[in-house]
Nanobody
Framework: QVQLVESGGGLVQPGGSLRLSCAAS????????MDWYRQAPEKQRELVAT???????NYADSAKGRFTISRDNAKNTVYLQMNSLKPEDTAVYYC?????????????????WGQGTQVTVSS
């Protein structure tokens, strides 16, 4: 099976930075796309950024210009560098992996979610 574990969350002041990491472990051969979602209290979960295995990226308007998503395919790890953080960025951030293959001969498996890491931006 595949597990996603996020790390790097914490408490920062407005204008500060955090770097989130998400490592996929278990039976992972390849991951087509890795994403970051976030969910604030009493709000819907929203897509923040996505990156394909080829390195193509997309960002939510709220993240564009401040956040950078990247990945290390050899380590099956995705990162989210968050700069110029604002209080409205406060949320639980979730890693998501799609188009996962568990072996060379396997087809795509189901998508996977991490448990989330808390990001709090406050003075």
């Amino acid at each position: 099976q595949v597990q996603l574990v996020e790390s790097g969350g914490g408490l920062v002041q407005p204008g500060g930075s955090l770097r989130l990491s998400c490592a996929a472990s278990g039976n992972v051969f390849s991951i087509g796309a890795m994403d970051w979602y976030r969910q604030a209290p009493e709000k819907q979960r929203e897509l923040v950024a996505t990156i394909t295995s080829g390195g193509n990226t997309n960002y939510a308007d709220s993240a564009k210009g401040r956040f950078t998503i990247s990945r290390d395919n050899a380590k099956n790890t995705v990162y989210l560098q968050m700069n110029s953080l604002k209080p409205e960025d406060t949320a639980v951030y979730y890693c998501h992996a799609d188009r996962v293959r568990v072996s060379y001969s396997s087809t795509y498996s189901r998508p996977y979610w991490g448990q989330g890491t808390q990001v709090t931006v406050s003075s």
